[in-house]
């Protein structure tokens, strides 16, 4: 009788004891539902205050773009938001328009990723106060066909062959006045704000053999050192790497200590 007594009596408590824990399993979801929530509250609250801060510095610096489309990275947003301190925030910029000596020059996006950014809640409401990006990395692509624009020799074709950047260009010898067309392999350089493009390795369709034709084409190939500004990047970035693609010269830049607002 004893033993049929115990487990009547421990049903009921088992029960109760499984409705708790379900009740314990639904609160817990339902506060992590609010906290992400929130979460997702707060991120969005400093991408817009920091897109509109970014879209003012831009103007400012006479560079001409679409909306800048910022987000903000690392979890939990809402600890950042607080301490005001973020781990990494992307900025893309479409359609950015520079000048260079009157020119303008088109590149289709210049992508930024502002890592350890200081920004107070009060900076973020009032606007008043800095912003500041531990270091800033941009990355960009200009297109051959903007590169032929800068260099002012609309007869050159650039592309990309196996890693490195071809050049085909014209070259006229008087000696046999005749065109022909070099085709080799170039260097990329990066010289402050310049790129710098290197002939070094090429070759002429069908030139005759006669040694000052060959000499012609040679002293060309030897002098062929191009080089040509890009437009003045935001947040004072600096040029550090250039390598072609498929779709032109891909760029990187780099800054420290950059205000991201005025």
Known sequence: MTTTYYAEETRPARRRGRRVLITLLVLLVVLGGVLVAGDRVAANFAEKKIAEQV????AAQ???????EVSVGGFPFLTQVVAGEYEKITIGLPDVKGDVE???VSLPRLDLVAHNVVASIDTLRSGQGDIVAKTVDGSTTIGYDEVAKLINQPDIELSEREGKLWVTAPVQIPLVNQTFTVRGAAELSVEGRQIRIQLKEATADGLPAVPLAQQ???NFIKNTSIAFDLPVLPFKMELK??????????VTATATEVPLNG
């Open 62 to 68: 006479k560079v001409q773009s679409g909306p800048p």
């Open 102 to 104: 009157g020119n303008t």
């Open 216 to 218: 012609v084409v040679e």
């Open 241 to 250: 790497q250039v390598s072609p693609t498929a779709d032109g010269l891909a």
């Open 55 to 58: 879209s003012q510095q831009v």
